[in-house]
């Protein structure tokens, strides 16, 4: 089964960069204080943006943003783009048509507020191949429980082949899909100290979550005799989710890298395997093509890179023999908190209503905010972004 490609959507870059061969550190060196810079930058004239931070811990690291630094990408030429701090620790520029040629060559210079210069390796840019179409197929896999197996689709990509032009291949996915909450009656214990219906200003059920997909894939076309590639597995998305239920969309990116990005990320893909998402972690545990230019011992975290780009779009709705997700959830606990015991930095505390599907009677309890208003869930937009369907 195929389904239709939809249109290219622009989306801008934040994901993580590292390098090349495996580093495990001997001591608390790199658990505090190490930065870590995060700058892909691609061919494609859109606000691109780069992150810079400080590490507080390899397994559960949180984000520590590096403030008030001053960042630039030069070219061979010395031709300079500056990137201004958009929010702590990420660093925008709206790249210029232009700035990005095809067989040059570009680096990144940071100064952070202290004073210290960290420089990149230059990066080459390589051209892109054609992605020539998208589509996904109805899939289903075996669990341990031979009673059990998983539903889902797996997305397929054929793309052109050129080895002179772009030898190494990485494929970067952006998924969004329509979520909806579950239609119970709603309810706000606030500051008044008054149980009352959710306003509507604070209660939105149906949404738009975006986010990157946690896989890498990375390819070698150099032994490749072939001028295309034909049925490359991607991204497969299980029906144990709402993803598929009411639209999904996935935008495919094609990057056109050069030999030690590509190194880098391909060890970086056998790294993720073992985690949970590369997304939520560091970027890789491995030396950086980015020095500080005073001290060239210091331990960095990240990569810089440059990268040519091809982007395709595709969208699915009502797969066909796909059973769609009907798991209850945001369900209300069974019990009410006892509200006057309440402190002020406890509040505001919802509850909803909702039919008890094994007895039909009723249940009232507490629930959380994400339950009734689904915009506060990560990476979620009350509209439907400008590529979605109207129809």
Not at 49 to 68: A, C, H, W
Not at 80 to 95: H, I, K, M, Q, T
Not at 151 to 164: C, K, T
Request: proline share 6%; aromatic share 14%; charged share 25%.
């Amino acid at each position: 089964m195929r389904v239709n490609n939809g249109t290219a959507f622009i989306f801008i870059l934040l994901f993580m960069t590292g390098c090349v061969e495996r580093y495990y550190p001997g001591s608390d060196e790199i658990y505090t204080g190490t930065i870590v810079i995060n700058a892909t930058l691609t061919s494609i004239p859109e606000i691109q943006t780069f992150q810079i931070s400080r590490s507080d811990g390899l397994v559960y690291p949180e984000f520590k943003p590096e403030s008030s630094c001053m960042v630039e990408v030069e070219d061979e030429d010395g031709d300079r783009l500056s990137f201004e701090e958009s929010s702590p620790g990420y660093y925008s520029a709206d790249v210029p048509a232009g700035f990005m040629t095809y067989g040059e060559e570009y680096m990144l210079r940071v100064v952070t507020s202290d004073g210290n210069i960290y420089q990149s390796e230059y990066s080459h840019l390589n051209p892109p191949t054609v992605i020539d179409s998208i589509y996904c197929e109805l899939e289903t896999y075996p669990t341990t429980d031979p009673e059990t197996s998983i539903d889902g689709i797996r997305f397929y990509i054929d793309f052109q082949i050129d080895v002179e032009a772009s030898e190494y291949i990485r494929w970067e996915l952006m998924e969004t899909y329509e979520f909806h909450n579950p239609d119970y009656e709603g309810y706000i214990y606030s500051y008044d100290r008054v149980l009352r219906p959710i306003p509507d200003d604070l209660s939105d059920r149906q949404c738009w979550i975006s986010g990157h997909v946690n896989e890498i894939y990375t390819l070698d076309v150099a032994s490749l005799t072939k001028t295309s590639y034909t049925h490359m597995p991607l991204h497969f998305v299980s029906n144990e989710t709402q993803r598929l239920s009411y639209g999904y969309s996935l935008l495919v990116r094609q990057h056109a890298m050069d030999g030690p990005a590509f190194r880098y990320w391909d060890e970086l893909k056998k790294n993720s395997q073992a985690q949970s998402g590369l997304y939520d972690r560091l970027p890789s545990l491995t030396p950086s093509n980015i020095t500080n230019v005073d001290d060239p011992v210091e331990r960095i975290l990240g990569f810089f890179s440059v990268s040519g780009i091809m982007e395709k779009r595709i969208f699915v709705m009502d797969v066909e023999g796909l059973k769609k997700y009907d798991v209850m959830f945001c369900y209300p606990y069974p019990e009410l908190p006892r509200f006057r015991f309440l402190m002020t930095a406890d509040l505001p505390v919802y509850a909803s209503r909702a039919n008890n599907l094994f007895t039909g009677g009723q249940v009232f309890g507490q629930t959380e905010q994400e339950c009734l208003d689904c915009r506060v869930r990560k990476n979620s937009a009350a509209d439907p972004p400008d590529f979605w369907p109207t129809d």
